[in-house]
């Protein structure tokens, strides 16, 4: 994965989310990557926390993206933009899963069981270096089971409160609470802990893999006007 800096923001990176949307509606369609370059790494942890495989992840995404400008219209604003956006990822992505046949398991307003799942002891010997760390913990986080991992993408590693990843996974805020404590317990605090990175330095999405989906998108919804 690369880990190569993104590209500069386009002109408009300091607009509001309402405001870039406005403005892409009124027909400025080449704004939209201010909103690509704005989540992209959001929703292609969140997808890649579903469907498990990156080069799926970023499929996931460009559907997204491209569903999202064709219904921009049906964005109510009752929720913040950014969140209706990861939903439709998080639909998108377990679409997808269904389709492939993964079977993913992400309850909607359900309680949760107590099932508990066991987690190995890391190897400190693999510990030696920071890029041997973050892959280790990557490595960790995507053993977690579906649900989750996708809680903990979207509480640890992108920040999200718990009301909006409960909105985003469609879900009750105390199965949030529940799924991420019960994240943290599998991955271990001291494996946290030892590999000494910040979990939002995990799963990056930049350099060409980021420039890429913004090409992809920028080419499929410029030939629908």
Known sequence: MSVMAASASPVGGSLSDEEV???????ETPLYEVIMRRYNQRLFRVALSIVGDPGEAEDVIQDAYVKAYTHLDQFAGEAKFSTWLTRIAVYEALARSRKSRRQVQMPLNRDESEHEFPTNEPNPEILASEGEARALLESAIQALPPRYQAVFMLREVE?????ETAQCLDIKEENVKIRLLRSRKLLRAELYARAGVASSSAFQFLGERCDRTVRIVLRRIQGRD
């Open 21 to 27: 949307i406005r403005r892409v509606m009124n027909g």
């Open 159 to 163: 920040g999200l409160s718990t009301a």
